[in-house]
């Protein structure tokens, strides 16, 4: 079991940043890729960015070049920083890891005013 911790969302203006933080515990040696998606109120969740444990990374095309992701193995913790937001940004972003299965952490609620 990978027990997920998110922190750092909270209410933002428009172009502002937050930084988002996931720290991993539990069974962590098997852990591989993490990262993060969201989800807004009547939508799916979505991607946001992946990281893989060598620090190849994947974004979704709506996040490149305001967002990046990043990780600290030996802290077992993920981090994605948030730049140049916007309202559409608005969700509750959740952690995820893969070992065998997929773990997802409780959310962190990410709100943008314009």
């Known amino acids: 079991q990978v027990q997920l911790v998110e922190s750092g969302g909270g209410l933002v203006q428009a172009g502002g940043s937050l930084r988002l933080s996931c720290a991993a515990s539990?069974?962590?040696?098997?852990?591989?890729?993490m990262g993060w998606f969201r989800q807004a109120p009547g939508k799916q969740r979505e991607l946001v960015a992946t990281?893989?444990?060598?620090?190849?990374?994947n974004y979704a095309d709506s996040v490149k070049g305001r967002f990046t992701i990043s990780r600290d193995n030996a802290k077992n913790t993920v981090y994605v920083q948030m730049n140049s937001l916007k309202p559409e940004d608005t969700a509750v972003y959740y952690c995820?890891?893969?070992?065998?299965?997929?773990?997802w952490g409780q959310g962190t609620q990410v709100t943008v005013s314009s």
């Open positions: 995820w890891c893969m070992t065998s299965r997929n773990y």
């Open positions: 539990g069974s962590i040696f098997g852990i591989s890729t």
């Open positions: 990281i893989t444990s060598d620090g190849y990374t």
